[in-house]
């Protein structure tokens, strides 16, 4: 008797960790199925494992369904990185380039990122666990080098006001959001990436 009481005890913990995470992860879920679009601020920090070098980057995020992103970096340097149903678009003003692919797989893009586009399962794709500060931290269930693990910090309605993606080099990547502003009513056309004819054009695979 004393065995099993042990075991049950034992248990009874592990048990509430693994129902406030995956209570964390419906809340989650629940608040980008309800978001049509948003836009906010953003600070990138990545930092390098081999290095320990670190890079600050900061712009304005803007999210649209189905399948809209745009990244328009402000700081250190512009660059523009968007994606519109299939096509990607990375225009660096500075380097007067643009790297084009008119036939993107959005499939490819990190789990760490398609969450807020609503896309994919959250308690299907990962193993959740809390983590300190009453963050969630997911680990893929398959491996996928791109991805270790992604902790991130929830606000009370299930909004994300900060990620960070451990890649299975070691490199860090930190995302902050603020200022966010949801279903503003974005156009279709805030996505669109218009480019300065004389731009030296990367088309992907060489078309």
């Known amino acids: 008797m004393k065995v099993l009481l042990a075991a049950l005890l034992a248990a009874a913990p592990a048990s509430q960790t693994a129902d406030r995470a995956a209570e964390l992860a419906r809340k989650v879920q629940a608040y980008y199925e309800a978001t049509r ?3 906010a601020k953003f ?3 990545y930092t390098y494992a081999g ?3 670190r890079q600050v980057s900061s712009g304005v995020l803007r999210v649209k369904k189905p399948g809209m992103m745009r990244w328009d970096y402000e700081q250190p340097t512009r660059k523009t990185v968007a994606v519109k149903g299939s096509r990607l678009v990375q225009y660096e003003p500075g380097e007067g380039q643009a790297y084009v692919d008119d036939h993107f797989d959005a499939s490819a893009m990190s789990a760490a990122v398609t969450f807020l586009l609503g896309k994919g399962d959250l308690a299907r794709e990962f193993d959740l666990s809390p983590g300190e500060g009453g963050t969630l931290v997911l680990r893929p269930k398959e491996p996928d ?4 693990s992604i902790t991130l910090v929830v606000g009370p309605s299930g909004e994300v006001t900060a990620t960070r993606v451990v890649d299975g080099a070691g490199n860090t990547n930190e995302v902050k959001l603020t200022g966010v502003r949801r279903n503003p009513g974005l156009p279709d056309s805030a ?3 218009k480019l300065p004819k ?3 054009r990367i088309d992907a695979g060489g078309r």
Do not use: A, K, M
Request: net charge negative.
């Open 191 to 193: 996505f669109e990436v």
């Open 37 to 39: 679009d948003l836009e």
């Open 145 to 148: 080098p791109r991805v270790e």
């Open 51 to 53: 290095f320990g070098r």
């Open 43 to 45: 600070q990138q920090t």
């Open 198 to 200: 004389d731009v030296r």
